[in-house]
């Protein structure tokens, strides 16, 4: 090979490795950001949150814990994800969040066709919060 084809070649190879290295710290970047979405995801419905009801404030293992179900809500197959929040359900019965956590099941029940779940987790929610006078809570 003569000198110019060698330059040349080494040139292209410096040019692709360059742009493979800026395309892997981007993905890099990219993929640091992910578990601060996941992390900080705060309801199964978009444009809803879940809040807590009460005159007092859940536990921060609670709060955890609800965070953690919303997590691996968020990033699995649905509805099958939705086991970690039916768990949350089971583990903190007397949970602040419980009515807002069965509300917004119902509607993702009912939006992937399961319509007597949809209704267990709406009656749920009502009962928890049918005789509440004022506030958030107030349906």
Same mark, same amino acid.
């Given at each position: 090979? *003569?000198?110019?084809?060698?330059?040349?070649?080494?040139?292209? &190879? +410096?040019? !692709?490795?360059?742009?493979?290295?800026?395309?892997? !710290?981007?993905?890099?970047?990219?993929?640091?950001?992910?578990?601060?979405?996941?992390?900080?995801?705060?309801?199964?419905?978009?444009? =809803?949150?879940?809040?807590?009801?009460?005159?007092?404030?859940?536990?921060?293992? =609670?709060?955890?814990?609800?965070?953690?179900?919303?997590?691996?809500?968020?990033?699995?197959?649905?509805?099958?994800?939705?086991?970690?929040?039916?768990?949350?359900?089971? *583990?903190?019965?007397?949970?602040?969040?419980?009515?807002?956590? =069965?509300?917004? &099941? $119902? +509607?993702?029940? &009912?939006?992937? $066709?399961?319509?007597?779940?949809?209704?267990?987790?709406? =009656?749920?929610?009502?009962?928890?919060? +049918?005789?509440?006078?004022? $506030?958030?809570?107030?349906?």
């Amino acid at each position: 090979m *003569n000198a110019k084809l060698q330059r040349a070649m080494k040139t292209n &190879l +410096k040019q !692709r490795t360059l742009s493979l290295q800026n395309i892997v !710290r981007s993905l890099a970047c990219l993929l640091c950001l992910l578990p601060v979405c996941y992390v900080n995801a705060q309801s199964l419905v978009p444009g =809803e949150r879940l809040v807590w009801l009460g005159t007092s404030a859940p536990s921060d293992q =609670e709060t955890l814990a609800l965070h953690d179900a919303l997590r691996q809500a968020v990033t699995g197959r649905w509805p099958e994800s939705l086991v970690s929040l039916e768990q949350f359900i089971t *583990n903190y019965p007397s949970s602040a969040y419980l009515p807002s956590v =069965e509300s917004q &099941l $119902g +509607k993702v029940y &009912l939006d992937s $066709g399961r319509d007597t779940l949809a209704l267990q987790h709406w =009656e749920a929610a009502w009962a928890a919060t +049918k005789d509440i006078q004022g $506030g958030p809570g107030n349906m």
